[in-house]
């Protein structure tokens, strides 16, 4: 069971500003819209409108992948090719990279908002490193300051409401 945090808007924002505080990250969305790049973020505002938007359009799942330049390692984009297409495109493009922290939002109408912070542990990266050679070694990534960041925005986000088993909308409509 999957389990996540929730949230007001406006309690989303303030963990953004928090996620801006120390160092300024590269955001974008983990992947993108069918047939398009993925979409990045300058500025908590940003972020916050993009969740804002979601929540408006009744998207019920959306994804922000965020890299510190401290972390050292590198994220990498591709582009996810579809055979056969999906509604209409061959491809939509995503981003990973061994020490990304993402940030997941779920939404689900009228107002039940969460949020969960999900970073791969650096044995569990070990673990996979031969799976996944594309994205590079993982003792190129810093694992001390993923883990510090993944920690401040966690606890963070932890104080912020209870938890609760994320909402899944139904498949019926």
């Not at 953004?16 to 300024?24: G, I, R, Y």
């Not at 990498?76 to 990304?100: A, K, N, Q, T």
């Not at 940030?103 to 044995?123: D, G, M, W």
């Not at 050679?133 to 300051?145: S, T, Y």
Request: hydrophobic letters at 35%.
């Amino acid at each position: 069971m999957t389990l996540a945090t929730l949230l007001s808007i406006s309690d989303f924002g303030d963990l953004v500003e928090s996620a801006f505080q120390a160092e300024t990250p590269t955001v974008s969305s983990s992947e993108s819209d069918l047939g398009k790049p993925l979409e990045r973020f300058a500025t908590p505002a940003e972020i916050q409108a993009k969740a804002s938007q979601c929540g408006r359009e009744g998207i019920p799942h959306y994804s922000f992948a965020l890299w510190y330049p401290s972390m050292k390692g590198s994220p990498l984009e591709r582009r996810v090719e579809f055979d056969p297409p999906r509604d209409g495109h061959s491809f939509r493009h995503s981003v990973s990279g061994w020490g990304l922290i993402h940030l997941h939002l779920y939404f689900t109408p009228p107002k039940t908002f969460q949020c969960r912070i999900v970073v791969n542990s650096e044995a569990r990266a070990k673990a996979r490193e031969e799976r996944y050679p594309e994205l590079g070694a993982v003792a190129d990534w810093d694992w001390r300051v993923i883990d510090t960041y993944a920690f401040r925005l966690s606890r963070r986000l932890a104080a912020m409401g209870r938890t609760a088993p994320v909402v899944q909308p139904s498949s019926d409509g």
